[in-house]
Structures are given as C-alpha cells and as structure tokens.
C-alpha cells in the first residue's frame, strides 16, 4: 500500500508529536546520585556518542575531547579520586569557579540542597553527614562509567560553550536510551589530578564529568526531582 504523503495539517500533527516526545525526554532526565554497577554495553556508549557528535558548534571546530572509562579503569579512577579528595588536597580547576550566589540563584541552590539532603535524612547543620555526601562525588556515585570532557585551550569561551552543548546533548540520548546520567563539575575541581591521571595534554581544559549508567531506583536520593524557574523569570519577548 502506497502511503499519501503529509499534507499540512499531517505535517503539522507529526511535528506535534515529535515535540511531545522530546518534552517528555527532558521532563524525565535527572541528576542520578546512586547508579546500579551494570556495564553499558560499548556498542550502546559508541551511538551515544555518535549523536552527541552532531552537536552545533562554532564553526565546526567541535572542540571536545572526551575519555570514557568503562569496567575497572572506572572504580580504579573513583578510588584513586576520591583518595586524592580525602587528603586535603586543594582544588584546581582550567574554568574559574563561580563566586559567591545571591539572590534568586541563592535561592534556587539551596532549593536543591534541601531537597537532595531532605532525601538522604541529613539533618540541617550536620556537617559531618554533608560531607560524606559531597566526597560522593568523587566515587562518582557507584557508576561504572565516566566520560570527561575537555576542550582545546586555545579556543576559548566559545569553545567551552560548544562542549556545553555536546554535555547537553549526550545527556538526553542517555535518557533516550534509559540511561541515568550526572554532569559534576565537582571532578573539574581537581582538573590536574585527572589530567596526569589520564596524561590529557596541558592544552586542553578539564571542564567536566559526566558519570553514567542505570539507576539504582531502589535509592531515595534518585527519588526527587528538581523545580524550574517560571518562563517569566528567564524570558523576554520583544515585540
């Protein structure tokens, strides 16, 4: 049988859905803070960077550079990270580090800290308990994979916002593929450290880790979810 092609309002329908199901993959993507250990198998980790691939950039430049671990190399890694963390060791990091948050940016991060420690049962003030949960970061939160993600120095800002966009856009074939993901800034933190663990070249900037693999679902951390400012807040339209 011969299908009539889309007219107008079949287009118009197709596109209806199409964007339907691509707010649904946003809506349902999420920070995972406690991964089941199951491998991802390579085939799966190759499409997904495939797709993150035909990620826009300035001038194609395409200035990433990613390493992913995957089997031991990941809990080689998270161990001898979060043995370097333990020691005291003082942070760098290639991209300066925001500065003090006021404001409804304040506001919106403690938002989120009382929800994540809301989840966890930590108690306002402990310390101690707080602590434990940041040092998480660094053993990557059980996932047993990690791809870190570095740009070419010399490209600057804009290559640092076009791997922005790579992040972004690897996340949601991750939650396509119903893969739990978490993009830390936390492993930049300790950017020389990983650029001598891995021997990345002084040329390129650590930017960022994004751990990745299936959620532990039995977990109550990876129960909550995160709000969004109202579209008032961030958007203005000129007409």
Not at 151 to 161: C, K
Not at 169 to 181: H, P, V
Request: hydrophobic share 40%.
């Amino acid at each position: 049988m011969q299908l009539e092609p889309l007219g107008g309002d079949g287009l118009a329908h197709k596109h209806e859905q199409s964007l339907e199901e691509f707010e649904a993959l946003a809506l349902s993507r999420f920070t995972c803070r406690a991964f089941d250990s199951a491998q991802v198998p390579r085939p799966l980790i190759e499409r997904l960077l495939q797709v993150a691939q035909r990620t826009a950039t300035w001038c194609n430049t395409q200035p990433w550079q990613v390493v992913v671990t995957e089997g031991d190399a990941t809990r080689r890694f998270a161990d001898a990270l979060y043995a370097h963390a333990l020691s005291g060791a003082p942070p760098h990091s290639d991209v300066p580090f925001p500065g003090p948050y006021v404001g409804r940016f304040d506001e919106r991060r403690k938002q989120v800290g009382k929800q994540l420690y809301g989840a966890l049962g930590i108690e306002k003030g402990d310390r101690e308990a707080s602590r434990r949960q940041t040092l998480e970061n660094f053993r990557l939160f059980g996932a047993p994979h990690v791809a870190l993600v570095t740009s070419e120095q010399a490209l600057g800002p804009y290559g640092i916002l076009d791997c922005g966009f790579y992040m972004g856009q690897f996340l949601l074939a991750a939650q396509a593929a119903g893969l739990a993901t978490a993009a830390q800034a936390a492993i930049a933190m300790h950017s020389d450290f990983v650029r001598s663990y891995f021997n990345i070249p002084p040329g390129r900037l650590l930017l960022c880790g994004i751990s990745f693999g299936y959620a532990d679902q039995s977990q109550p951390v990876n129960n909550f979810r995160t709000g969004r400012a109202p579209l008032e807040q961030v958007a203005e339209f000129i007409s």
